[in-house]
């Protein structure tokens, strides 16, 4: 619920777990005195600094029990500039090995727990998996919908210059060239539409990333000749039923002016 | 005069059991001769023409082009076949709307194989149509998209000129100029076979053809010239 904190020099806002927000009667906007005591010896040092919640976290694990707070303010409450004690790893895929980088992190760091924040990162990467097959049905569903498109289109042409076929014949047009002329046409159909898509969907994907995920998503432009591809391939099958029909026009239609 | 370029031996046309167009038809025609087809609406002249022109197939019988039995090619040969020995002139000319009259012409060179884009100006100067190269058909008169066909049709030097109404849809000042380009073309030795109503306009040819229900009721031989108004 709420916001996350999206700049990192924010030292005045704050994430809380659900069951935080249950215990101290908090909610978004609300904003609350936090306390550290530390001590050392007999002396007793306590910090206190004023937070302002602004998005509660629910993940039914233990991160609903916590306080999320930048790192600067976390290390300027408990007077450790600069330290660092947790590192917690999400990574926004489904085969990433979290764990394997939280691992590889504690080596690496002397003194620092490596932590995968798991809920948050399996509940991340549940609603990635549900888009992702989400935009696979969207996306077979498009294909069907755009062969069709092209299938009609091309067909609409054919009829229209059913003339144009027949005259082509009668001057000496064999079909290869006619076949030719159909498919070539399909081709620019499937590379216009297969750019067009790409763009679309790269639109698309930078709404779901900032809306879901709050996080905007690369451009990845090797996918373009693969969407080109596969744009062609559906146009050029898509032309299989038009060119067939193109093929068997009968050039004396145009002699006998039908 | 007397080489035979199309033999046609009983020639058989039926679209159906019940649909006869063409019954047991002969006909011989001979290199550079004007032959025209007459006959009512429905009678079978322009099937007949499409059959010589390669566009339609006999049921049975067989044609012989240029001593080729066309009857035996397939759909590719028949069509190369066309391409290589005849020029089609329509009644509707059938030019493609947005190519311009010199590309219209090109389009038969591009399905010969040989585009030569002197040539195609050369044939449009021919039928007189030098000032208009660069014009699409809708900019041009019926008598003028009647000349580009003309010249489509001659572009790949066929040896047989098959008319279907050429001048149907002109009137008479252009019909006059299309007739003038065709006794041109006769007279350098050309064969030319044209289907017409006209009876006027088929007393233009050595020999007039009338068919009528799908057999050649008459064949007569005449001899006339275009009258020069």
């Not at chain 1, 004690?85 to 990433?96: F, K, R």
């Not at chain 1, 979290?98 to 549940?126: C, N, W």
């Not at chain 2, 493609?96 to 389009?107: I, S």
């Not at chain 2, 060179?109 to 039928?127: F, M, P, R, S």
Request: net charge negative; charged share 20%; hydrophobic share 40%.
């Amino acid at each position: 619920m709420g916001d996350w904190i999206h700049e990192q020099n924010d030292t005045s806002s704050c994430m809380i777990g659900a069951a935080v927000a249950e215990k101290l009667n908090l909610s978004i906007g609300d904003t609350f005195e936090i306390t550290y005591s530390e001590q050392y010896g007999s002396t007793v040092n306590t910090s206190a600094y004023n937070l302002t919640v602004v998005g509660i976290v629910m993940t039914d694990g233990y991160e609903d029990n916590q306080i999320f707070v930048n790192l600067q303010v976390a290390q300027e409450i408990t007077g450790r500039p600069g330290k660092l004690h947790t590192i917690q790893v999400s990574a926004l895929c489904n085969a990433c090995p979290v764990e394997t980088f939280a691992e590889e992190i504690q080596e690496l760091i002397p003194y620092v727990e490596g932590r995968s924040v798991k809920q948050l990162a399996h509940a991340e990467m549940d609603i990635l998996g549900k888009i992702q097959n989400m935009m696979f049905l969207v996306t077979i569903v498009a294909l069907i919908a755009s062969a069709l498109g092209v299938m009609t289109t091309m067909i609409t042409s054919v009829i229209e210059r059913q003339k144009e076929i027949g005259l082509m014949k009668s001057v000496g047009a064999e079909n290869k060239k006619i076949i030719a002329l159909f498919l070539s046409e399909a081709t620019i159909i499937g590379i216009i539409g297969g750019i067009l898509g790409f763009l679309v969907g790269l639109i698309l994907a930078q709404l779901i990333g900032i809306s879901v995920f709050s996080l905007s998503v690369t451009p990845r432009f090797e996918i373009l000749p693969i969407t080109i591809g596969i744009s062609v391939g559906v146009a050029l099958l898509a032309s299989i039923l038009p060119v067939r029909r193109a093929v068997s026009v009968e050039p004396a239609i145009v002699l006998r002016g039908e | 005069m007397n080489e035979e370029i199309i033999r046609l031996q009983t020639i058989k046309k039926y679209y159906d059991e019940s649909t006869h167009v063409l019954e047991n038809l002969n006909l011989v025609i001979y290199k550079g001769a004007w032959t025209s087809i007459m006959g009512p609406s429905g009678s079978g002249k322009t099937t007949l023409l499409n059959i010589i022109g390669c566009l339609d197939s006999a049921t049975a019988g067989s044609v012989f082009i240029n001593g080729t039995e066309i009857t035996k090619l397939s759909q590719t040969q028949l069509t190369r076949f066309r391409r290589e020995n005849i020029g089609l002139i329509f009644q509707q000319y059938h030019l493609v709307p947005y190519l311009t009259a010199l590309e219209n012409v090109m389009l038969a060179q591009y399905y010969h194989g040989v585009i030569d884009e002197g040539k195609a100006t050369d044939a449009l100067k021919k039928v007189g149509l030098g000032h208009r190269l660069d014009h699409v058909p809708a900019h041009l008169s019926g008598g003028e998209q009647q000349r580009v066909s003309i010249a489509r049709a001659l572009i790949n030097e066929p040896k047989i000129l098959l008319a279907d109404e050429p001048t149907g849809n002109l009137d008479q000042e252009n019909g006059e100029i299309v007739l003038k380009l065709f006794k041109q073309l006769h007279e350098e030795g050309h064969t030319i076979i044209l289907v017409t109503h006209n009876p006027e306009i088929a007393k233009l040819g050595q020999r007039i053809i009338t068919v009528i229900d799908g057999k050649i009721c008459s064949d007569s031989t005449c001899s006339s010239e275009i009258n020069e108004t």
